[in-house]
């Protein structure tokens, strides 16, 4: 049987660390300490009777502080700025949620699959924030995609399930089927990148209900997000859906239907600018 030549095969696991056999990849975050990214986002919510769709914007750091052997990171989200438009929510509490927010801080672990296994706040954090960053905090796991176990080729599908929560302090909570589809791999080494397809459903747990009021919802949702594997993080997601909720208050039965857009795209680092220019140097004169 023929071998590769040592440098060859040298080569091969340079360039292509999660490549295996049959065209397979295992798909994995391969972080760097020091690291860090700024992404911006928007989301935007169409609310029946609504003349406008509310429209949140805003924008995170995200720092890897350091690498574990096992390859999970511990990393430090920073909010820098949330803004809030829209006649669905008082313009008071617009004012004071952006306030309160920005600058908050939290450090979780992520694994290298991207599955998130210890998370809290830094700092000291208001009272009347609370209900609502403990949401932020527990809903870290939406802000990536998580891999697949095993290695897989393009076109292959997996699954997660979680839990988000739709109104603060948990007055509501969905939850969440995700298929992950990967649909090309781009580059190699720091460049390379896995492109997926996403598409979700969304459904209220049993019994659910919202100050007294027993409710049913459920929802679904399609989408595509770049993980920048060589890099360790998230690239570029766009997601679209509709929800629909139905409840009976008084005895009158309500069916509201919403419709939603979120993207996230990372900002392109600041260009450094130019060093000063270089001293011309002099050359002695030396004695023929």
Known sequence: MKTLPRAAALALALVAPDATAQGLTRLRYRYAAGQRARYVTRTTQTLPGAAAPTVITGSHEVETLRVRPDGAADQRLR?????????????????????????????????AR????????????PDALRPVLDDVVQSLDQMGALLPAAPVAVGAAWHDQRTIHV???????????????????????????????????????????????????????????????GRGRMGRGHTAGSLRVQMNVGGRAIDLESAF??????????????????????RRATAP
Do not use: C, K, W
Request: a negative charge; charged letters at 15%.
């Open 261 to 282: 857009t979120h993207d996230m795209t990372p900002e392109a680092p600041a260009a450094r600018p130019p060093g000063p220019a270089a001293r011309p140097q002099t």
């Open 79 to 111: 909010i820098v700025r949330l803004d809030i438009a829209g006649e669905a929510v008082p313009e008071a509490m617009r004012t004071r949620a952006a306030a309160d927010i920005a600058g908050v801080t939290i450090e979780f672990t992520q694994d």
């Open 167 to 229: 109104l603060p302090g948990g007055g509501l909570d969905m939850n969440v089927d995700v298929t992950y589809t990967l649909r090309q791999m781009r580059g190699a080494g720091p460049a390379q990148t896995a492109l997926l397809g996403v598409s979700m459903t969304l459904s209220t747990p049993p019994g659910a209900n919202v100050r007294g009021v027993r409710l049913n919802g459920s929802g679904a949702a399609t989408g595509e997000a770049a993980v920048e594997l």
């Open 114 to 125: 991207g599955a998130i296994t210890a998370r809290h706040t830094v700092g000291a954090v």
